[in-house]
């Protein structure tokens, strides 16, 4: 047992940190810290300053521009990029089809895509989740039938992340009808200028446009496009979903919301109240980040460690706890949220409201929290 | 960083758990222990003298092990899986803390010494009746007279005070501060009694009792008397942990063996989640654990302190729903006595409100709350 880094892992952190706060623009950190969101362009320009530096896609074969670090090295890296307001790697290229092509996808398909999606100069977008299926993942009913060499694509996927972004869309597809529904599954790569693809933005509670509905009319896809073998969909889709250990709660970036909260509440940091609020929060992200700390440290042999399950439970509640104290501060300045830019009121108060509503689905997304209690009632507890 | 024990720490662990595993194999073995005086087992106590654990923190020219708070912390997190009533974290790792931080050179090999030996129990008298929490005494005053000193005033609850044969005691000096004195128990008018979890404590008064000064007469203490109760909750958190862990594990044996309605009841799912929470307090509790637990080793004071709040607020929060959610999901077997479960939540309240509860920590950090940017777990 001991508490300090090596003297390796804590040059590294320097390293990390002087990168994150020296080489990123600091307009764009700025927006990060303040909460502001980022245009396409600023998270284009941030991930390809990372890119630039191999700090990207650190977790990919080093073939493909990885770097072989230790998890505890990642979880460094993670944190220190959160710390400084660094937006992290777009999740659909860097943490979801840059490992599933790099684990499955043929060499044509890793020579093609892998480069540019670390760069993002192809962004990425998921097309998993359909309206009959949500948690139950394995009940989607997009089909894609064999045509010549082709697929033709027919179906609706949802909630549809920064889809009017995407330049393509990694898409899972029922392509045998006729087996155990998690075995007629294919991933297929599909670019979203084909002819048939049609995204439709879904307005949310915030206010905000962040996810979209993709509908999917005889779009004809190409069969090298698939990944790995017909029915494969599955293992991918838990691979993609599984494996991994760093970040899995977004430690970094809620201990920077609290202290950017702390400052810029200031006038009402004399409430021993809030105090009491703020010290309960910290200490409880005290907890979440040292276990996070424990998961990266001890995982063996590349499955992850079942307190994973732990920190995406806590971790989006403490996330959200730290909006609802955001929103209890702002008061009655919360209620400028769609004002215009010359409110006299506050940004960060304006923004409170809907930042506390659109974080109402971090219990949702990568897995509901009641999934997480599932997964923890049954795998580590054998309940 | 590291936060896995090495072997020696392993082998520590198997010897104490398997030295506590005989001597209370079952929950009936500690409702013996507690139903007679002195509320311990004192063939235990012996047994844990030989092994080196009862001198494990103290240095080896004082008869000890000079062990570090990583190891006192596994035995500590062993005695609560089994919820031993031995005073452990009273004796050795309080009272005898007291001796080690300000007694002079004799009275560490003469006390820790004997303690180590498991020839002589220590408790620490350092609260008043109603007081709370603080390293400063205010309910028993020093008095120097021509021959010496003596004490006067009432100290309770005093933790393991019952069949102690020494006290250290904290008291108010004449000229101000905090010094800590030893007293033969049989100087005072000792009162046993049990707390709720049946461990025992006293109520001790001094009436111009025979004291000798801990270190240097007069000295104000108050600095390393704060400094040995932050590692005493620390410690004590560990003890919390190894209770938590036994309820945990015996709320999921539960759910799996019990059956109602013709299924066992892991089959309901309003149970199941609940337990699947008592796991997350329990992983979350485990972490500033074990990180306070190796804070100590950095040797910082006030580091020591801000862990002492830190884990005392995880763990008193943690205690408070794995201790009242083991008793519920058991349903009425859960509020018996002669079940370890409900038991371990009466534990979970003492070691609390005795070591400083989750509001005090809180109020505590509350306070320096607007100090720091961020909290740094790793300097």
Known sequence: ?383 | MDFTYDDEQQALRESVRGLLATAYADHDARRRAVAEDPGFDRTLWGRLAEMGVLGLPFSEDHGGVGAGPVEIGIVCRELGRVLAPEPYLASVVHAGGLVAAVGTPEQKADLLGRLSAGEIVLAAADTSPGGRWAAQADGVRASESGDGWTLSGVADPVVGGAFADHLVVTAALPDGGTGAFVVDASAATVTGYAAADLTRAASVRFDDSAATPLGQPGRDLTASIATISDLTRILGANQALGVMESQVRATTDYLKTRKQFGVTLNTFQALTFRAADMYVSLELATSVVDWATMTIAGGDRDAVADAADRVGLQVSRAGRHIGQEAIQLHGGIGMTAEYAVGVGTAHLEVLDQWLGNGPHHLRRLSERVTDHDLVEALS
């Open chain 1, 1 to 383: 047992m001991q508490l300090e880094l090596s003297p390796a892992d804590a040059e590294f952190r320097t390293r990390m940190r002087d990168f994150f706060t020296t080489k990123v623009p600091q307009e764009i950190r700025d927006a990060v810290l303040e909460g502001r969101h980022l245009t396409r362009d600023q998270i284009v320009e941030s991930q390809r300053a990372l890119n630039a530096e191999g700090l990207a896609v650190p977790h990919w074969p080093t073939e493909w521009g990885g770097q072989d670090w230790t998890d505890l090295q990642r979880h460094l890296w993670h944190e220190e990029m959160q710390r400084a307001g660094v937006p992290i790697p777009l999740a659909f290229n860097a943490s979801m089809i840059g490992p599933v092509l790099a684990q499955f996808g043929s060499q044509e398909q890793k020579e093609r895509f892998l480069p540019a999606t670390a760069n993002l100069d192809i962004w990425w977008s998921q097309g998993f989740s359909e309206p009959d299926a949500g948690s139950d993942l394995a009940s989607l009913r997009t089909t894609a039938v064999r045509d010549g060499d082709d697929w033709v694509v027919n179906g609706q996927k949802t909630w549809t992340t920064l889809g009017q972004h995407g330049d393509w869309i990694f898409t899972l597809v029922r392509t045998d009808p006729e087996v155990k529904k998690q075995a007629g599954i294919s991933m297929l790569l599909i670019d979203m200028t084909s002819p048939g693809v049609e995204v439709r933005p879904i307005e949310l509670i915030d206010g905000g446009h962040e996810v979209n509905e993709v509908w999917f009319s005889d779009v004809r896809v190409p069969g090298d496009l698939l990944v790995g073998e017909p029915g494969q969909g599955w293992t991918i889709a838990k691979f993609l979903l599984g494996n991994e250990r760093v970040g899995v709660a977004p430690v970094g970036a809620t201990k920077r919301a609290l202290a950017t909260l702390k400052k810029t509440a200031a006038a009402q940091m004399d409430d021993p109240l809030v105090r009491a609020r703020v010290a309960e929060l910290e200490n409880e992200l005290l907890a979440l980040e040292l276990t996070a700390l424990r998961v990266v440290a001890h995982s063996a042999g590349g499955e992850p460690h079942p307190a994973s399950s732990v920190l995406k439970l806590k971790g989006t509640e403490l996330q959200q706890a730290v909006s609802e104290l955001a929103l209890d501060l702002a008061g009655p300045a919360s209620l400028a949220a769609r004002a215009d830019d010359d409110s006299p009121q506050e940004g960060w108060a304006r923004r409170s409201a809907p930042t506390y509503l659109n974080l109402r689905k971090a219990s949702i997304y990568g897995g509901s929290n009641e999934i997480q209690r599932q997964i923890i009632s049954r795998t580590i507890l054998g309940l």
